[in-house]
Antibody, heavy 115, light 107 residues
Framework: EVQLVESGGGLVQPGGSLRLSCAASGFTFSSYEMNWVRQAPGKGLEWVSYISSSGSTIYYADSVKGRFTISRDNAKNSLYLQMNSLRAEDTAVYYC????????WGKGTTVTVSS | EIVLTQSPATLSLSPGERATLSCRASQSVSSYLAWYQQKPGQAPRLLIYDASNRATGIPARFSGSGSGTDFTLTISSLEPEDFAVYYCQQRSNWPGTFGQGTRLEIK
């Protein structure tokens, strides 16, 4: 079964850091681009970051550029999002999504930034 | 950044009726447009990619059309499970923006 499972969310104070992980199974992870997408409470979707299958091409939304770092470990079938200097507006459910079409999504992990 | 505007914001229809959802881009996105369905507490689900291609397992009652700046998602005959929020998304260029969503509710 094709599956993506996010982890690493939680409550963090403003200015703090978190590292999200996305564990992939049921497909050849190294063949797919991957994405992080977030959704603030009661709001729409925001594409946060993209990484190519090899990791050689990376994009970030302006709202997170310089604070977030996307990476992947194809040997471990895992995707990561290192989030530093967190702000209240980063509070959201963070999803990882597979491929150009984002045809497979995880269930998400919740990040809450609050003092 | 390309802005996607979805209309209407809310659509109230009954099961069996036809639903037409619109997505307009602030500049051409060619055919690089997708549609997603999201139900409360769930992750989005890909319905349509590249404007008109149904994703795997998506029923034939869902169809997408359009190119350039104007796109439409049509649900030919609504089933009870179709009532949800629908988002369009472009990836013509980075950042790949989403529309604000259309809520399809039961009348």
């Amino acid at each position: 079964e094709v599956q993506l499972v996010e982890s690493g969310g939680g409550l963090v104070q403003p200015g703090g850091s978190l590292r999200l992980s996305c564990a992939a199974s049921g497909f050849t992870f190294s063949s797919y681009e991957m994405n992080w997408v977030r959704q603030a409470p009661g709001k729409g979707l925001e594409w946060v970051s993209y990484i190519s299958s090899s990791g050689s091409t990376i994009y970030y939304a302006d709202s997170v550029k310089g604070r977030f770092t996307i990476s992947r470990d194809n040997a471990k079938n895992s995707l990561y999002l290192q989030m530093n200097s967190l702000r209240a507006e980063d509070t959201a459910v963070y999803y990882c999504a597979r491929g150009y079409t984002m045809g497979v999504w995880g269930k998400g992990t919740t990040v809450t930034v609050s003092s | 950044e390309i802005v996607l505007t979805q209309s209407p914001a809310t659509l109230s229809l009954s099961p069996g009726e036809r639903a037409t959802l619109s997505c307009r881009a602030s500049q051409s996105v060619s055919s690089y447009l997708a549609w997603y369905q999201q139900k409360p507490g769930q992750a989005p689900r890909l319905l349509i990619y590249d404007a008109s291609n149904r994703a795997t397992g998506i029923p034939a009652r869902f169809s997408g059309s359009g190119s350039g700046t104007d796109f439409t998602l049509t649900i030919s005959s609504l089933e009870p499970e179709d009532f949800a929020v629908y988002y369009c998304q472009q990836r013509s260029n980075w950042p790949g923006t989403f529309g604000q969503g259309t809520r399809l509710e039961i009348k």
